[in-house]
């Protein structure tokens, strides 16, 4: 888990200052915690790293065992559900000795610990040695490294302008024709009693990255040109028996030449290949440099830099001979670092293009299960398309927002993100050695009954000003609810994307859920386990 939970996040190490925390008093209010400034001096007494709480590791097979089927403690349990069965079963710290790992490990579960963590200075993201991503970028020579101060402060800068509302508007207009262009493929593609066809997953990661290289570069790169992939007798997807379950299914791009797509359609294709195949947490020793797993995600993640590449020159060139559209402001802003973008573009894509896909299906997936909140979200479409026929500026859909914010919550793309300790700290009374992976499981946090309430239900009332008071996220610690942790860039605009697309389906159609429950899953990212048995219903 702590390998895929890195995979898809921006980390931003702070400057090394060395700050042991330890565990704050209970909270009495829903604001931000402080720091107590007159607290009496902490004590020197502390527990050893060894006594923390956690499964046994057993010779030779370590913690394999307690997820063996049949006979293993967790073995009905996968990715989120694990990491909930080990709170259950062990409190809000949990110690992994070293199993398959070079290394320990440490979950963290209750918000107020996480905290400490973050403000402790002491942690920084594991640096993952030998992945194809690493000799990727090696093999690459870019001029701005992945790890270096220059690149921290760039994220850092990124991450405060996507939370300046003012930069935020300049989007308004170009994700909602984003919005639209992708509401219109997805009603071609319903089919018989309006079921989408099995395209949907690749229509809504051509929305993802069209959505991202709008934010990023400011142009629309054509990932929603042309026509939709049609199924006929002769292209149809076989069904898939049981004994079929090893077979692939491919999206329509993957079926097609090369040379016969657009660099656009090319992009979208790669980032599916790198997603499906979970190219990102391949690290360390999991792939040897001489495989072919190990040169396909090489081959993979190099053809996804070179088109990054064409596009911002693309972009670059835009920028530089044409007038300044507002969608164009974050890039103007970064313009005199010139190509030096380039590796953090392309990790933009790398990290933020699944988490944002599976987020919009787990949205949809929410509302087409909850009708009445599904038409009250439709109401406040309608109510704000008749204010501006009126002349009146709307700018904002709350209720829309908050779907948005309640899906995040209840099932984050990622698990949690993952600190490795530079130096000993205390955490909740335990002292944790350095290089100990310290995994920040907000992917549990957001669903803990003592902070949400009906945690497990969609309310997105529970975001809205008017909401019920025991209900208030508000209420709940600031830390227990990051679907892309603390230092993501792109946290603040998020939920803007989600709200326009929501918004522009909505509009236009209802959604329904015609099929069994979902299996979540999780590769790279917790998703919802395809197939899809989304129906679009006209909303007349």
Known sequence: MSKTVLARQCFIPRPSRRQI??????????????????????????????????????????????????????????GLGLLEGLRERYGDLV??????????????????????????NTTEPPQWIRSPLSEQRKSAGTQCPRQSDETKAIWAGMRTLLKDGALLRNYDRAFDDIATDVT?????????????????????????????????????????DGAVHIPTEYNRKPEKTSMDDHIQDLCSLSKRCLTELTPAEQF????????????????????????KSFNDALKAID?????????????????????????????????????????????????????????AVSMFYQLSLHAARQQRAHDEVV?????????????????????????????????????????????????????????????????????????KSFIPDRWCSQGWEPLKAARAHPAASMPFGQTCPATGIVSKMLSTLAARILDKYRLE????????????????????????????
Request: one cysteine or more; proline letters at 7%.
């Open 383 to 455: 109510w704000a398309k008749a204010s501006k026929d009126e002349g009146l500026d709307i700018q904002e859909l709350p209720y829309i927002s908050s779907c948005a914010k309640e899906a995040m919550r209840l099932y984050p793309a990622t698990g949690g993100v993952v600190r490795r300790s530079r130096e000993e700290l205390l955490v909740g009374g335990y002292e944790v050695p350095a290089g100990v992976d310290i995994v920040l499981a907000h992917g549990v946090s957001s669903k803990l009954e003592k902070e949400w309430g009906r945690a």
């Open 21 to 78: 925390s330890s565990t704050s008093a209970p909270r009495t209010s829903t604001s931000p915690q402080r720091r107590n400034v007159a607290a009496p001096a902490l004590s020197t007494t502390y527990k050893k790293f060894s006594e923390i709480p956690g499964p046994l590791a057993l010779p030779i097979m370590r913690h394999h065992a307690h997820v063996l089927p049949r006979i293993g403690c967790f073995h009905h349990t996968v």
């Open 95 to 120: 110690r992994l000795a070293k199993g398959s790992r070079s290394r320990p490990v440490l979950y963290i579960f209750d918000p107020e610990l996480m905290r400490e963590v973050y403000e402790s």
């Open 268 to 291: 979208v294709r790669c980032s599916l290949e790198i997603a499906n195949e979970s190219y990102l947490v391949r690290s360390e020793n999991t792939l040897k440099p001489e495989s």
């Open 184 to 224: 219109r493929r997805l009603g071609e593609l319903r089919h018989a009693e309006n079921a989408l066809n099995e395209e949907f997953g690749t229509e809504i990661y051509r929305w993802a990255i069209e959505t991202i290289g709008v934010m990023m570069f400011g142009i629309r790169l054509g990932c929603l």
């Open 303 to 359: 053809k996804h830099f070179s088109l990054t590449d064409d596009f911002l020159l693309k972009a670059l060139h835009e920028l530089n001979n044409e007038e300044l559209r507002s969608e164009q402001e974050l890039l103007n802003k970064l313009r005199p670092l010139e190509r030096r973008i380039l590796p953090l573009a392309a990790d933009v894509f790398l990290a933020g293009v699944d988490p944002l896909a599976q987020t």
């Open 513 to 540: 859920w015609h099929g069994p429950n979902p299996n979540i899953v999780t590769m790279g990212v917790n998703k919802i386990q395809p197939p899809y048995y989304f129906v679009l219903q006209n909303s007349a």
